[in-house]
Nanobody, 125 residues
Framework: VQLQASGGGMVQPGGSLTLSCVTS????????TAWFRQAPGKEREVVGF????????YYTDSVKGRFTISRDNAKNTFYLQMNSLKFEDTAVYYC???????????????????WGQGTEVTVSS
């Protein structure tokens, strides 16, 4: 599976962006999708994840209520809708796909086999 991330850019604090991740083939229902980010000088961290089949999504505390993961089966694409962006959201964002894992493992980058190339988000006034 190949992933292609897009949608990054520069936005002012409080603004919105939607990141897209197109997959070369539709993940099976036993797979999960995730978004990670890596800020300059920091470790890669999970933003959120959700089974391709739907169901609950899980988000890191710092983005809860502001970010939403969704998908479009017809387009083999999943999204990260980001609202009320803050300076600290500045990072390179990566999409990822991997087999569904127990909740405690699903937040780990090592649980995902397929990665997009990253798209940069800069929040700046």
């Amino acid at each position: 599976v190949q992933l292609q991330a897009s949608g990054g850019g520069m936005v002012q604090p409080g603004g919105s962006l939607t990141l897209s991740c197109v997959t070369s083939e539709r993940p099976s229902s036993t797979y999960s999708t995730a978004w990670f980010r890596q800020a300059p000088g920091k470790e890669r961290e999970v933003v959120g994840f959700r089974d391709w089949s739907g169901g609950n999504a899980y988000y890191t505390d710092s983005v809860k209520g502001r970010f939403t993961i969704s998908r479009d089966n017809a387009k083999n694409t999943f999204y990260l809708q980001m609202n009320s962006l803050k300076f600290e959201d500045t990072a390179v964002y990566y999409c990822a796909v991997g087999r569904r894992r127990p909740l405690g493992l699903a937040a780990l980058a090592s649980s995902y086999h397929y990665w997009g190339q990253g798209t940069e988000v800069t929040v700046s006034s």
